[in-house]
Protein backbone atom coordinates (compact mmCIF):
# COMPACT_ATOMS: atom_id res chain seq x y z
CA UNK A 1 0.00 0.00 0.00
CA UNK A 2 1.55 3.35 -1.00
CA UNK A 3 0.68 6.90 -0.06
CA UNK A 4 -1.35 7.07 -2.99
CA UNK A 5 -3.76 4.77 -1.78
CA UNK A 6 -3.67 6.79 1.83
CA UNK A 7 -7.08 7.97 2.98
CA UNK A 8 -5.87 11.50 3.40
CA UNK A 9 -5.85 12.39 -0.82
CA UNK A 10 -7.15 15.60 -2.02
CA UNK A 11 -5.65 19.05 -2.03
CA UNK A 12 -8.23 20.32 0.31
CA UNK A 13 -7.79 17.04 2.77
CA UNK A 14 -4.28 17.40 2.96
CA UNK A 15 -5.05 21.43 3.35
CA UNK A 16 -7.01 20.67 6.51
CA UNK A 17 -5.01 18.42 8.17
CA UNK A 18 -2.47 20.74 9.05
CA UNK A 19 -5.15 22.61 10.76
CA UNK A 20 -5.79 19.27 12.94
CA UNK A 21 -4.26 17.72 15.82
CA UNK A 22 -0.42 16.79 15.74
CA UNK A 23 -0.83 13.63 14.47
CA UNK A 24 -3.03 14.25 11.15
CA UNK A 25 -0.53 17.19 10.48
CA UNK A 26 2.34 14.60 10.28
CA UNK A 27 0.46 12.14 8.59
CA UNK A 28 -0.31 15.07 6.18
CA UNK A 29 3.34 16.39 6.14
CA UNK A 30 4.84 12.32 4.70
CA UNK A 31 1.76 12.28 2.59
CA UNK A 32 2.84 15.85 0.51
CA UNK A 33 6.79 14.45 0.76
CA UNK A 34 6.07 11.24 -0.58
CA UNK A 35 3.63 11.63 -2.84
CA UNK A 36 6.06 14.13 -5.03
CA UNK A 37 9.56 13.01 -4.64
CA UNK A 38 9.93 11.70 -8.14
CA UNK A 39 10.56 15.85 -8.80
CA UNK A 40 14.20 14.43 -7.14
CA UNK A 41 14.87 12.59 -10.43
CA UNK A 42 13.66 15.62 -11.77
CA UNK A 43 15.87 17.55 -10.33
CA UNK A 44 18.85 15.07 -11.27
CA UNK A 45 17.88 15.01 -14.92
CA UNK A 46 16.47 18.58 -15.58
CA UNK A 47 18.95 20.70 -13.59
CA UNK A 48 21.47 17.84 -13.36
CA UNK A 49 21.77 18.16 -9.71
CA UNK A 50 23.34 15.43 -7.71
CA UNK A 51 20.88 12.69 -5.82
CA UNK A 52 21.70 14.33 -2.66
CA UNK A 53 21.85 18.04 -3.78
CA UNK A 54 18.20 17.12 -5.17
CA UNK A 55 17.01 15.48 -2.64
CA UNK A 56 17.72 18.97 -0.39
CA UNK A 57 15.76 21.24 -2.99
CA UNK A 58 12.98 19.24 -2.73
CA UNK A 59 12.96 18.89 0.92
CA UNK A 60 13.32 21.87 1.61
CA UNK A 61 10.66 22.90 -0.62
CA UNK A 62 8.17 20.78 0.66
CA UNK A 63 9.20 22.60 4.32
CA UNK A 64 8.80 25.55 2.75
CA UNK A 65 5.41 24.57 1.58
CA UNK A 66 4.31 23.07 4.83
CA UNK A 67 5.40 26.52 6.25
CA UNK A 68 3.07 28.47 3.62
CA UNK A 69 0.13 26.29 4.72
CA UNK A 70 0.20 26.96 7.61
CA UNK A 71 1.01 30.25 7.75
CA UNK A 72 -1.70 30.55 5.31
CA UNK A 73 0.75 32.19 2.92
CA UNK A 74 -0.79 29.46 0.36
CA UNK A 75 -3.73 30.60 -1.31
CA UNK A 76 -5.24 27.59 -3.17
CA UNK A 77 -4.76 29.16 -6.83
CA UNK A 78 -2.45 26.42 -8.34
CA UNK A 79 -2.62 23.04 -7.48
CA UNK A 80 -0.26 21.95 -4.68
CA UNK A 81 1.83 20.25 -7.30
CA UNK A 82 1.81 23.17 -9.27
CA UNK A 83 3.16 24.93 -6.32
CA UNK A 84 5.32 22.95 -5.13
CA UNK A 85 6.94 22.23 -8.16
CA UNK A 86 7.51 26.01 -8.88
CA UNK A 87 9.27 26.23 -5.96
CA UNK A 88 11.00 23.11 -5.93
CA UNK A 89 12.36 24.49 -9.39
CA UNK A 90 13.40 27.92 -7.72
CA UNK A 91 15.45 26.25 -5.21
CA UNK A 92 17.25 23.86 -8.03
CA UNK A 93 18.07 27.31 -9.62
CA UNK A 94 19.44 29.04 -5.86
CA UNK A 95 21.46 25.75 -4.99
CA UNK A 96 22.91 25.59 -8.78
CA UNK A 97 23.81 29.20 -8.15
CA UNK A 98 24.64 28.52 -4.45
CA UNK A 99 27.00 25.82 -5.47
CA UNK A 100 29.95 27.12 -2.73
CA UNK A 101 27.54 28.13 0.27
CA UNK A 102 25.92 26.12 2.45
CA UNK A 103 22.81 24.30 0.99
CA UNK A 104 21.65 23.49 4.51
CA UNK A 105 21.06 27.71 4.76
CA UNK A 106 18.49 27.92 1.39
CA UNK A 107 15.44 26.98 4.13
CA UNK A 108 16.87 28.45 7.67
CA UNK A 109 16.86 31.76 7.39
CA UNK A 110 12.98 32.05 6.46
CA UNK A 111 11.86 31.70 10.55
CA UNK A 112 13.59 34.93 11.49
CA UNK A 113 12.45 36.76 8.57
CA UNK A 114 8.87 35.62 9.38
CA UNK A 115 8.89 36.96 12.22
CA UNK A 116 10.59 40.36 12.28
CA UNK A 117 8.11 41.39 9.50
CA UNK A 118 6.31 42.43 12.73
CA UNK A 119 8.61 45.44 13.49
CA UNK A 120 9.15 48.14 11.60
CA UNK A 121 12.65 49.00 9.85
CA UNK A 122 14.37 51.12 12.07
CA UNK A 123 13.75 49.07 15.18
CA UNK A 124 13.99 45.52 13.14
CA UNK A 125 17.57 46.59 12.31
CA UNK A 126 18.54 47.05 15.76
CA UNK A 127 17.18 43.31 16.49
CA UNK A 128 18.92 41.83 13.28
CA UNK A 129 22.03 43.05 14.01
CA UNK A 130 21.66 41.49 18.01
CA UNK A 131 20.56 38.34 16.53
CA UNK A 132 23.79 38.42 13.86
CA UNK A 133 25.87 38.70 17.38
CA UNK A 134 23.27 35.67 19.10
CA UNK A 135 25.90 32.69 18.80
CA UNK A 136 23.65 29.79 17.32
CA UNK A 137 25.99 26.94 18.39
CA UNK A 138 26.11 27.88 21.60
CA UNK A 139 22.30 28.50 21.83
CA UNK A 140 21.66 25.00 20.10
CA UNK A 141 23.77 23.66 22.50
CA UNK A 142 22.16 25.04 25.54
CA UNK A 143 19.16 23.85 24.07
CA UNK A 144 20.26 20.24 25.03
CA UNK A 145 20.82 21.29 28.66
CA UNK A 146 16.49 21.68 29.22
CA UNK A 147 14.38 18.72 29.98
CA UNK A 148 13.17 16.73 27.81
CA UNK A 149 9.60 18.75 29.03
CA UNK A 150 10.82 22.20 27.87
CA UNK A 151 12.53 20.81 24.54
CA UNK A 152 9.13 19.13 23.65
CA UNK A 153 7.03 22.06 24.42
CA UNK A 154 9.24 24.40 22.72
CA UNK A 155 9.69 22.48 19.48
CA UNK A 156 5.98 22.15 19.01
CA UNK A 157 5.46 25.96 20.12
CA UNK A 158 8.77 26.22 17.06
CA UNK A 159 6.58 24.45 14.67
CA UNK A 160 3.53 27.40 15.04
CA UNK A 161 1.43 25.15 17.00
CA UNK A 162 -0.97 26.99 19.60
CA UNK A 163 -0.75 26.70 23.09
CA UNK A 164 -4.14 25.10 23.18
CA UNK A 165 -2.86 22.48 20.71
CA UNK A 166 0.43 22.10 22.39
CA UNK A 167 -2.01 21.21 25.64
CA UNK A 168 -3.85 18.93 24.17
CA UNK A 169 -0.71 17.07 22.31
CA UNK A 170 1.26 16.96 25.51
CA UNK A 171 -1.20 16.25 28.18
CA UNK A 172 -1.35 19.92 29.84
CA UNK A 173 -4.57 20.52 31.68
CA UNK A 174 -5.04 24.61 29.33
CA UNK A 175 -3.17 26.64 27.25
CA UNK A 176 -2.52 28.83 29.91
CA UNK A 177 -0.46 26.04 31.73
CA UNK A 178 1.48 25.46 28.53
CA UNK A 179 1.94 29.30 27.94
CA UNK A 180 3.31 30.46 31.43
CA UNK A 181 5.27 26.45 31.23
CA UNK A 182 6.78 27.66 28.19
CA UNK A 183 7.93 31.57 29.12
CA UNK A 184 9.54 29.43 31.85
CA UNK A 185 11.49 27.37 29.73
CA UNK A 186 12.59 30.19 27.30
CA UNK A 187 13.67 32.60 30.46
CA UNK A 188 15.76 29.16 31.92
CA UNK A 189 17.12 28.92 27.78
CA UNK A 190 18.12 32.31 28.32
CA UNK A 191 19.57 31.87 31.72
CA UNK A 192 21.74 29.25 30.36
CA UNK A 193 22.86 31.16 27.18
CA UNK A 194 23.67 34.12 29.28
CA UNK A 195 25.78 31.66 31.36
CA UNK A 196 24.27 32.62 34.86
CA UNK B 1 10.27 36.76 34.33
CA UNK B 2 11.85 39.48 32.41
CA UNK B 3 10.28 40.75 29.57
CA UNK B 4 9.58 37.60 27.95
CA UNK B 5 5.73 37.17 28.32
CA UNK B 6 5.16 41.09 27.08
CA UNK B 7 7.27 40.36 23.93
CA UNK B 8 5.58 36.83 23.32
CA UNK B 9 2.13 38.43 23.57
CA UNK B 10 3.53 41.08 21.18
CA UNK B 11 4.30 38.45 18.41
CA UNK B 12 1.79 35.93 19.27
CA UNK B 13 -1.17 38.47 19.28
CA UNK B 14 -2.46 41.51 17.11
CA UNK B 15 -0.82 44.33 18.21
CA UNK B 16 -2.17 47.40 17.30
CA UNK B 17 -0.70 50.83 15.80
CA UNK B 18 0.14 52.45 19.62
CA UNK B 19 1.59 48.87 20.94
CA UNK B 20 3.60 48.59 17.72
CA UNK B 21 5.13 51.91 18.26
CA UNK B 22 5.76 51.64 21.54
CA UNK B 23 7.28 48.47 21.37
CA UNK B 24 9.07 49.57 18.52
CA UNK B 25 10.46 52.64 20.73
CA UNK B 26 11.55 50.38 23.25
CA UNK B 27 13.51 48.62 20.99
CA UNK B 28 15.44 51.50 20.27
CA UNK B 29 15.72 52.54 23.44
CA UNK B 30 16.34 49.90 25.35
CA UNK B 31 19.56 47.85 25.01
CA UNK B 32 18.30 44.96 27.42
CA UNK B 33 14.89 44.79 26.00
CA UNK B 34 16.09 44.65 22.35
CA UNK B 35 18.19 42.01 23.75
CA UNK B 36 15.38 39.94 24.86
CA UNK B 37 13.35 40.49 21.74
CA UNK B 38 16.57 39.23 19.70
CA UNK B 39 17.18 36.37 22.13
CA UNK B 40 13.59 35.31 21.34
CA UNK B 41 13.41 35.58 18.24
CA UNK B 42 16.88 33.46 17.65
CA UNK B 43 15.64 31.04 20.54
CA UNK B 44 12.51 30.05 18.36
CA UNK B 45 14.43 30.13 15.04
CA UNK B 46 17.36 27.93 16.45
CA UNK B 47 14.60 25.70 17.97
CA UNK B 48 12.56 25.69 14.02
CA UNK B 49 16.01 24.65 12.84
CA UNK B 50 16.30 21.78 14.93
CA UNK B 51 13.10 20.94 13.59
CA UNK B 52 13.40 21.26 10.12
CA UNK B 53 17.00 19.09 10.83
CA UNK B 54 14.74 16.42 12.32
CA UNK B 55 12.09 16.66 9.56
CA UNK B 56 14.89 16.41 6.48
CA UNK B 57 16.22 13.40 8.18
CA UNK B 58 12.99 11.87 8.56
CA UNK B 59 12.30 12.64 4.98
CA UNK B 60 15.44 11.16 4.43
CA UNK B 61 14.47 8.00 5.71
CA UNK B 62 11.17 7.98 3.99
CA UNK B 63 12.70 8.08 0.72
CA UNK B 64 15.57 5.93 1.38
CA UNK B 65 12.24 2.90 1.74
CA UNK B 66 10.92 4.29 -1.16
CA UNK B 67 14.03 3.51 -3.30
CA UNK B 68 14.38 0.11 -1.42
CA UNK B 69 13.17 -2.12 -4.62
CA UNK B 70 11.80 -5.42 -3.31
CA UNK B 71 14.78 -7.87 -5.21
CA UNK B 72 13.79 -11.23 -4.46
CA UNK B 73 17.42 -13.18 -4.37
CA UNK B 74 17.15 -16.62 -2.58
CA UNK B 75 20.83 -17.10 -1.70
CA UNK B 76 21.67 -13.37 -0.97
CA UNK B 77 18.66 -12.69 0.78
CA UNK B 78 19.08 -16.47 3.27
CA UNK B 79 22.79 -14.42 4.30
CA UNK B 80 21.13 -11.35 5.12
CA UNK B 81 18.51 -12.87 7.10
CA UNK B 82 21.47 -14.81 8.65
CA UNK B 83 23.33 -11.82 9.54
CA UNK B 84 19.90 -10.30 10.27
CA UNK B 85 19.24 -13.17 12.89
CA UNK B 86 22.60 -12.94 14.37
CA UNK B 87 22.23 -9.34 14.60
CA UNK B 88 18.85 -9.64 16.63
CA UNK B 89 20.42 -11.93 19.06
CA UNK B 90 23.43 -9.63 19.44
CA UNK B 91 20.84 -6.67 19.53
CA UNK B 92 18.11 -8.22 22.26
CA UNK B 93 21.57 -9.19 24.63
CA UNK B 94 22.02 -5.56 24.36
CA UNK B 95 18.97 -4.37 25.17
CA UNK B 96 18.32 -6.87 27.70
CA UNK B 97 21.27 -5.69 29.54
CA UNK B 98 20.31 -2.06 28.80
CA UNK B 99 16.87 -2.70 30.47
CA UNK B 100 17.85 -4.22 33.39
CA UNK B 101 20.37 -1.77 34.13
CA UNK B 102 19.03 1.43 33.19
CA UNK B 103 14.70 1.86 34.54
CA UNK B 104 14.31 4.66 32.28
CA UNK B 105 13.78 3.60 28.63
CA UNK B 106 13.49 5.39 25.12
CA UNK B 107 11.00 4.81 23.02
CA UNK B 108 12.54 2.91 20.32
CA UNK B 109 14.05 0.77 22.61
CA UNK B 110 10.81 -0.37 24.72
CA UNK B 111 9.63 -1.14 21.39
CA UNK B 112 12.48 -3.06 20.18
CA UNK B 113 12.31 -5.05 23.82
CA UNK B 114 7.89 -5.37 23.13
CA UNK B 115 9.08 -7.09 19.25
CA UNK B 116 11.35 -9.05 20.58
CA UNK B 117 9.52 -10.34 23.29
CA UNK B 118 5.99 -10.68 21.65
CA UNK B 119 6.54 -10.57 17.65
CA UNK B 120 9.40 -12.85 16.58
CA UNK B 121 6.84 -15.33 16.61
CA UNK B 122 3.15 -15.56 15.91
CA UNK B 123 1.22 -18.58 16.82
CA UNK B 124 0.69 -20.83 13.62
CA UNK B 125 -1.34 -23.80 14.66
CA UNK B 126 -4.67 -21.86 14.83
CA UNK B 127 -7.27 -24.04 13.57
CA UNK B 128 -10.14 -21.81 12.43
CA UNK B 129 -7.64 -19.53 10.65
CA UNK B 130 -7.84 -20.01 7.09
CA UNK B 131 -5.04 -21.94 4.87
CA UNK B 132 -3.46 -18.60 3.28
CA UNK B 133 -3.24 -17.16 7.05
CA UNK B 134 -1.66 -20.06 8.09
CA UNK B 135 0.78 -20.01 5.32
CA UNK B 136 1.10 -16.26 5.92
CA UNK B 137 2.10 -17.21 9.49
CA UNK B 138 4.40 -20.57 8.41
CA UNK B 139 6.31 -17.89 5.94
CA UNK B 140 6.75 -15.17 9.20
CA UNK B 141 7.91 -17.96 11.43
CA UNK B 142 10.97 -19.47 8.81
CA UNK B 143 11.59 -15.03 8.23
CA UNK B 144 10.40 -14.94 5.02
CA UNK B 145 9.32 -11.47 5.75
CA UNK B 146 8.69 -10.12 2.69
CA UNK B 147 6.69 -13.33 1.24
CA UNK B 148 4.60 -13.05 4.35
CA UNK B 149 3.70 -9.45 4.00
CA UNK B 150 3.13 -10.29 0.19
CA UNK B 151 0.71 -13.41 1.34
CA UNK B 152 -1.18 -10.99 3.94
CA UNK B 153 -1.62 -7.92 1.64
CA UNK B 154 -3.01 -10.56 -1.61
CA UNK B 155 -5.41 -11.56 1.57
CA UNK B 156 -6.46 -8.46 1.95
CA UNK B 157 -7.02 -7.44 -1.57
CA UNK B 158 -9.33 -10.08 -1.62
CA UNK B 159 -10.71 -9.41 1.72
CA UNK B 160 -10.23 -6.04 2.57
CA UNK B 161 -12.10 -6.46 6.21
CA UNK B 162 -9.69 -9.41 6.97
CA UNK B 163 -8.85 -7.69 10.58
CA UNK B 164 -6.58 -10.81 11.16
CA UNK B 165 -4.85 -9.97 7.61
CA UNK B 166 -4.44 -6.52 8.50
CA UNK B 167 -2.92 -6.97 12.02
CA UNK B 168 -0.44 -9.49 10.77
CA UNK B 169 0.76 -7.51 7.75
CA UNK B 170 1.24 -4.62 10.24
CA UNK B 171 3.31 -6.64 11.99
CA UNK B 172 5.50 -7.55 8.95
CA UNK B 173 6.03 -4.30 8.11
CA UNK B 174 6.88 -3.30 11.37
CA UNK B 175 9.25 -5.73 11.56
CA UNK B 176 10.66 -4.76 7.70
CA UNK B 177 11.04 -1.55 9.09
CA UNK B 178 8.49 -0.17 6.79
CA UNK B 179 6.67 2.19 9.19
CA UNK B 180 4.57 3.96 7.22
CA UNK B 181 2.78 1.02 5.76
CA UNK B 182 2.84 -0.50 9.01
CA UNK B 183 1.07 2.48 10.12
CA UNK B 184 -1.60 2.33 7.20
CA UNK B 185 -1.73 -1.29 8.33
CA UNK B 186 -2.95 -0.77 11.90
CA UNK B 187 -4.66 2.55 11.57
CA UNK B 188 -6.83 0.53 9.55
CA UNK B 189 -7.29 -2.23 11.59
CA UNK B 190 -8.15 0.25 14.25
CA UNK B 191 -11.09 1.47 12.58
CA UNK B 192 -13.21 -1.53 13.53
CA UNK B 193 -14.38 -0.48 16.73
CA UNK B 194 -16.96 -3.01 16.84
CA UNK B 195 -14.34 -5.83 17.71
CA UNK B 196 -13.85 -6.15 21.43
CA UNK B 197 -10.03 -7.40 21.21
CA UNK B 198 -8.81 -4.89 18.56
CA UNK B 199 -5.18 -4.08 18.76
CA UNK B 200 -4.95 -1.87 16.16
CA UNK B 201 -4.45 1.11 18.08
CA UNK B 202 -1.70 -0.13 20.51
CA UNK B 203 0.14 -1.32 17.79
CA UNK B 204 -0.05 2.01 15.97
CA UNK B 205 1.54 3.58 19.15
CA UNK B 206 3.69 0.47 18.94
CA UNK B 207 5.00 1.83 15.73
CA UNK B 208 5.21 5.51 16.38
CA UNK B 209 7.95 4.40 19.05
CA UNK B 210 9.70 2.39 16.79
CA UNK B 211 9.92 5.13 14.39
CA UNK B 212 10.42 7.33 17.38
CA UNK B 213 10.65 10.42 14.60
CA UNK B 214 9.99 13.84 15.81
CA UNK B 215 6.36 14.40 17.71
CA UNK B 216 5.99 10.96 17.36
CA UNK B 217 6.70 10.26 21.10
CA UNK B 218 3.77 12.87 21.83
CA UNK B 219 1.45 11.16 19.43
CA UNK B 220 2.36 7.33 20.67
CA UNK B 221 1.40 8.78 24.47
CA UNK B 222 -1.96 10.00 23.38
CA UNK B 223 -2.70 6.62 21.74
CA UNK B 224 -1.13 4.63 24.91
CA UNK B 225 -3.55 6.78 27.16
CA UNK B 226 -6.39 6.14 25.00
CA UNK B 227 -5.96 2.59 24.68
CA UNK B 228 -5.91 2.49 28.84
CA UNK B 229 -8.78 4.52 28.93
CA UNK B 230 -10.72 2.40 26.75
CA UNK B 231 -9.49 -0.67 28.21
CA UNK B 232 -8.04 -1.60 24.91
CA UNK B 233 -6.26 -4.80 23.66
CA UNK B 234 -2.32 -4.45 24.83
CA UNK B 235 -3.85 -1.85 27.65
CA UNK B 236 -1.22 -3.42 30.14
CA UNK B 237 2.05 -3.37 28.37
CA UNK B 238 0.28 0.71 27.99
CA UNK B 239 -0.08 1.45 31.65
CA UNK B 240 4.01 -0.01 32.06
CA UNK B 241 5.04 2.31 28.84
CA UNK B 242 3.45 5.77 29.79
CA UNK B 243 5.13 5.08 33.32
CA UNK B 244 8.51 4.70 31.17
CA UNK B 245 7.70 7.16 28.77
Known amino acids: ?196 | MSNLKYIDDYFNGFPGDEQKQEFEKLIKNDAAFAEEVAFYVAAKAGFQQHAQQEKKEHFRNLYRQQQAVPVVQLKPAKRVWQYFSAASVLLFIFLLTWFVNNRKTSPDQLADTYIQQHLLTLPVTMGTQQDSLQTGLNLYKSDKLPEALQYFETMLKNNAADDAAKKYAGIVSLRLKNYDKALSHFQSLEQNTASFSNPGKFYHALTLLKRNSAGDKAAAILLLKEVVAKDLEGKETAVTWLKKL
Do not use: W
Open chain 1, 1 to 196: MSFEQHPVSTDEDLIESFHQNALLKRKAEDTIFTRYTYFIKEGMYKYALPEEDAFDAYSDTVLQVINNIVSGVFEKKSSLKTYLYRIFANKCVDLIRKKTTNKNSVHQTSSVTDMLFMIADSAKTVVQQLIEKTDMDILKNKMKELGENCRQILAFFADNYSDKEIAVALDYKSADVVKTSRLRCLEKLRQLYLGK
